[in-house]
């Protein structure tokens, strides 16, 4: 096969033997990079486990509280308790690099005349269950906003891990084992020619000795 793609000469060779040697060195950088990135990812599903446990846990006992709320109070009063709300809230997305990818890191601000009012409505025709909700939803709110962050970071770590695995492969399955039978039919030519002009220079070597014996040879009468 490689007899019909390259030309065994020794440049040809010195080139494929510096290609090698490239492939090798970014072989090994993306093996590292690969093994970083698992302990990278395998630290944030540790962390999405949690989060998403805080998160469900806070969620259920909103939801709960806000069940119970639905049943104490009319559909339009708790529509009317919860149509304005008092408290805005910003969202600022900026990114973190690691390994070369770069993924979110979220931070928001809640803005409001008093940070430590949650509450969108006055207590005397609302439950003390619906305060109940909205406070667990306020306790909540941080986590799930990292949740998002960390599962946004999981998908785009596990689609980087993905291409780099695939490029390790193509190194070390194809393209290290390709250069390496390319040197070694260019070596094993080049082998071959040289054992040839050592023949062929031997050759000459015992014809030119043949011909200087025949030449001080005296002439018979």
Excluded: W
């Amino acid at each position: 096969m490689a007899s019909k793609t390259i030309n065994p000469t020794r440049m040809e060779l010195t080139r494929l033997k510096g290609r090698l040697k490239t492939a090798t060195r970014g072989h090994k950088l993306l093996k590292d990079k690969r093994d970083e990135l698992m302990k990278q990812f395998l630290e944030i599903v540790r962390r999405n486990r949690e989060l998403r446990r805080k998160v469900e846990e806070g969620l259920e006992k909103a939801n709960a509280a806000f069940t119970v709320a639905s049943a104490l109070m009319s559909p339009e009063m708790l529509e009317q308790a919860l149509l304005y709300p008092k408290q805005s809230v910003e969202l600022d997305m900026k990114y973190q690099n690691i390994m070369s990818v770069n993924v979110p890191v979220y931070e928001f601000h809640t803005k409001n005349e008093d940070p430590a009012e949650i509450y969108p409505y006055g207590f005397a025709q609302t439950s003390g269950e619906l305060d109940a909700a909205l406070e667990a939803l306020a306790n909540v709110f941080s986590d799930m906003l990292e949740l998002a962050e960390v599962e946004k970071t999981m998908q785009l770590l596990a689609e980087d891990i993905e291409k780099t695995r695939r490029r390790v492969n193509a190194l070390e399955y194809v393209m290290i084992p390709d250069f390496q039978q390319k040197i070694r039919y260019i070596s094993m030519k080049l082998d071959e020619n040289e054992r040839g002009n050592i023949t062929r220079l031997m050759k000459v070597k015992d014809m030119v000795l043949q011909e200087a014996h025949d030449f001080k040879q005296p002439a018979t009468a």
